[in-house]
């Protein structure tokens, strides 16, 4: 009942990433408050278990949406992720898709010839970031574009899908 929701959940955030380049924050919610339904009946220790879990989730990865490396949007599907499956099951998910998203994103850049320019504007990030030791935005729009950018959340429910079909076999 629960990888179903997170494939319900994931699949619909996705498409509209694709679309949109954003989640809906009801759709978010919505699924943030069924899951803790769903582990309230096993006890509110598991319901418990799985704020804690979004909550750390979120927590940590909220250094990325600072840096605007990643979408707020794509850090909540990370968090209700591990929310819904656990830690260990839950970043497997979200490794293998960041492995989708790697993948596309190569391709994308190389295909597009922005591939020398964002490397480069990477090493120029970091080197900025540690000489004036504070938090940078990576992602500018009016500078970089919308080229740049990936729905991350479609390339976390195909990662999805992917852990689901490895856990089958």
Request: overall charge positive; proline content about 2%.
């Amino acid at each position: 009942m629960r990888e179903g929701c997170l494939f319900v959940c994931l699949a619909a955030a996705g498409l509209w990433d694709v679309r949109a380049g954003r989640i809906p924050n009801l759709w978010l919610g919505f699924w943030l408050i069924a899951g803790f339904g769903l582990f309230a009946c096993s006890g509110w220790l598991a319901a418990a278990g799985y704020l804690i879990r979004i909550a750390a989730i979120a927590s940590i990865l909220f250094l990325f949406f600072l840096c605007r490396m990643m979408g707020a949007g794509d850090i909540k599907c990370m968090a209700l992720i591990c929310g819904y499956l656990g830690i260990s099951s839950g970043v497997r998910a979200i490794g293998l898709g960041m492995v989708f998203g790697a993948a596309w994103s190569f391709i994308r850049l190389l295909r597009k010839g922005l591939m020398r320019e964002r490397m480069g504007r990477l090493f120029a990030y970091v080197g900025q970031v540690f000489r004036e030791k504070r938090i940078l935005a990576y992602y500018v729009p009016d500078r970089d574009g919308k080229d740049v950018v990936l729905p991350l959340a479609a390339c976390l429910f195909l990662g999805y899908g992917f852990s689901l079909l490895l856990k089958s076999a």
